[in-house]
């Protein structure tokens, strides 16, 4: 009963703050202003959530639309990709920065006319960030992660997915653990940015909410590190489960 109470102390303790911010620009526009208005002030050991198209317009990365095709964009950005007459509503399949994401990730929604890219250099942008907002808000712990959303194979809609993070180890590894009756667990790992981006994405919004990051804090089970593990997170296309349905990008 004792631990009972524990576990639901801890969840009862947790905040989700939305982060509701001025319209932010494209072509170009200044991350860092968004911090210095309106912004609440960062506790030590808060996850922050910031959406990749924030980070995309930071870094310049929209092309207006009309000056170039989108099928030569979804190209050029792809590391791999499948244009086919059957997949529906025009879009493209395409692996983007070791992601399964459609049409290279490129948005043309809340974007004022451009196409919206994804954002490049996630470790040095990341690392950046989380140094300089240390420092800003004096705090020696911060977790990070970039999120963008994706559709999933046999579901409709769409859900939130981690492009990046830095600051926490980002795999919890139950190898090794037992189950309920005894089996001992042989591949399970529980991904902490896969896992928090997708409630984080939702309470976010993806229409005109107008809240493109957002603040966990109190979260259970998140390790600091100053580290860069998020590569732990990616596996290989040729040891993937899904390489057999994968076969045209191989």
Same mark, same amino acid.
């Given at each position: 009963l004792k631990r009972m109470k524990d576990f639901n102390w801890i969840y009862f303790c947790m905040q989700? /703050? +939305? *982060? !509701?911010?001025?319209?932010?620009? +494209?072509p170009k526009d200044d991350i860092w202003t968004l911090f210095d208005t309106s912004f609440p002030w960062l506790e030590n050991g808060d996850l922050l959530f910031i959406s990749s198209k924030i980070l995309a317009i930071h870094q310049w990365r929209c092309v207006k639309i009309g000056t170039a095709e989108k099928k030569s964009l979804i190209?050029?950005?792809s590391e791999k990709y499948l244009i086919n007459e059957h997949i529906p509503w025009g879009l493209y399949l395409t692996i983007t920065d070791n992601t399964l994401i459609p049409s290279a990730g490129i948005d043309e929604s809340n974007a004022n006319g451009y196409y919206i890219l994804l954002p !490049? #250099?996630?470790q040095e942008e *990341? !690392?950046?960030?989380?140094t300089c907002l240390l420092? !800003?808000?004096? /705090?020696n712990q911060l977790w990070i992660i970039i999120? #963008?959303?994706t559709s999933r194979p046999l579901r409709y809609g769409t859900a939130g /997915?981690?492009?990046y993070s830095y600051g926490f180890y980002p795999l919890i590894d139950k190898?090794?653990?037992? #189950?309920?009756f005894g089996k001992t667990m042989e591949l399970t790992q529980i991904n902490l940015p896969e896992s928090l981006s997708s409630f984080a994405v939702y309470l976010m919004g993806e229409t005109n909410e107008q809240t493109p990051m957002l603040i966990a804090r109190g979260m259970p089970h998140i390790h600091y590190t100053v580290e860069d593990f998020y590569p732990q997170t990616i596996v290989p296309i040729d040891q993937d489960i899904y390489a057999p349905l994968l076969k045209n990008f191989l």
């Open positions: 989700f /703050i +939305p *982060v !509701k911010t001025r319209l932010f620009l +494209p190209e050029k950005e !490049k #250099d996630y *990341v !690392k950046k960030l989380h420092k !800003k808000y004096q /705090i999120t #963008d959303t /997915i981690a492009l190898r090794g653990e037992q #189950d309920l």
